[in-house]
């Protein structure tokens, strides 16, 4: 899926025509719609999108909580609404916070839609694959005015009226070959059904990926972006509670420290490269599948691996940290790392573009 190279290989033959079955079968899924024998709905609220074209890994909690956060600070009462993807109540739908506590763990809700009703306080959070159905129980349970929908892009079921689309900047498209062959969900070309497009990552102000993407969907207001990782938490040795620290805290704890890092997302390295950033004495890391759910075995073998590297600490994510919070007593400090975004010199100017587009 992430293999650049173009040589004759049979499973990559197989996994390219598979790739061909998967485009047959959005363009028929977009012809339906746009001819509307599948019908859309609509809300009686203000709906903001946040997805992306590629499988995982570009950043879209850190924005939807940004999103979140602007809208409540530009005074509309905001509900995100998310897949919860495997968890629980996926299938039927639910409250995973009221804005105030939560409703449900993360076997339930899904470690995301956790993440977020963690962060967003003041903020509901509801679960669900008919995005519909929870967004229109958000609005008779707490009376928000507007919807903002984590990873919706493909959820054409449901009308919006500020689709955003995130890339990577460092590899916006991946490999170019549609699912299963790479890890486009979508071809290039669907950036036009998209109102802005988001950069994450973005170390540079001008990058190929910005050109790139205005010849792709010219007229699209384009946004850079970067994650900036943080100390979310420090858990000391013998305890199984954090100490949650405020968003931004120095990264004085890793410096000092020996660190053995785990973490279980889309592309692992993008938490190693958050630790470099922050300076961190990486001596050896464990990579999990995204969404993994952690055993007592696999935190066996983690304290082995770190002893064995000499670790006088270990690392993980908040994502990670919201599925085996008091889980265990760890014989090691436990640092736990957060990412924010941030649009630097281009926060008003995204902050202008939410409010015109909402009115």
């Known amino acids: 899926m ?47 999108s946040i997805g992306n074209i590629t499988v995982g890994g570009t950043g879209k909690t850190p924005l939807t909580v940004y999103v979140a956060r602007l809208l409540q600070g530009l005074g509309y009462k905001p509900a995100v609404v998310s897949r919860g993807y495997k968890g629980g109540a996926e299938k039927s739908g639910g409250i995973v916070s009221d ?17 977020l009703a963690e962060k967003l306080k003041g903020i509901p959070v509801l679960v669900g694959r008919d995005r519909f159905m929870s967004g229109t129980a958000a609005i008779h349970a707490f009376g928000v005015d507007t919807v903002v929908l984590d990873d919706a892009f493909q959820h054409i079921r449901l009308e919006r009226d ?14 170019r070959h549609l699912l299963p062959r790479g890890t486009l969900r979508e071809s290039a070309e669907a950036l036009l059904r998209c109102d802005a497009v988001i ?49 931004g805290a120095g990264p004085d704890e890793l410096e000092r420290l020996r660190i053995f890092a785990f973490s279980g997302l889309a592309d692992n390295r993008n938490f190693r490269d958050s630790l470099a950033e922050m300076g961190c004495r990486l001596v050896g890391c464990s990579g999990f599948p ?70």
């Not at 998967?22 to 719609?33: E, I, N, T, V």
């Not at 500020?162 to 490999?175: A, K, T």
């Not at 994450?200 to 190929?208: D, V």
Request: hydrophobic share 35%; glycine share 8%.
């Open 2 to 48: 992430t293999d650049d190279g173009n040589g004759f290989n049979l499973f990559k033959l197989l996994l390219r025509l598979a790739s061909y079955a998967y485009a047959a079968g959005l363009k028929g899924r977009q012809a339906l719609y746009r001819r509307q024998l599948l019908k859309t709905k609509k809300l009686p609220c203000r709906v903001v």
């Open 99 to 115: 804005g105030q506590g939560l409703r449900m763990t993360p076997e339930e809700a899904g470690d995301e839609p956790c993440l």
């Open 162 to 175: 500020v689709d955003l689309v995130l890339l990577d900047d460092r590899r916006p498209f991946g490999n």
């Open 290 to 359: 995204d969404h993994h759910p952690y055993t007592d075995q696999d935190f066996d073998a983690i304290l082995q691996s770190a002893r064995q590297a000499g670790a006088e600490a270990l690392a993980t994510t908040e994502k990670d940290f919201t599925k085996i919070s008091g889980r265990i007593r760890w014989p090691l400090k436990l640092v736990v790392v957060g990412v924010q975004t941030s649009f630097g010199k281009e926060e008003t100017a995204f902050r202008e573009f939410i409010r015109d587009r909402l009115g």
């Open 199 to 247: 950069l994450s990552r973005c170390l540079e102000e001008k990058t190929a990926t910005l050109e790139t993407v205005r010849k792709i969907a010219p007229g699209r207001p384009v946004f850079r972006s970067r994650h900036v990782p943080f100390i979310a938490g420090v858990i000391d040795s013998k305890e199984t509670a954090g100490r949650i620290g405020p968003p």
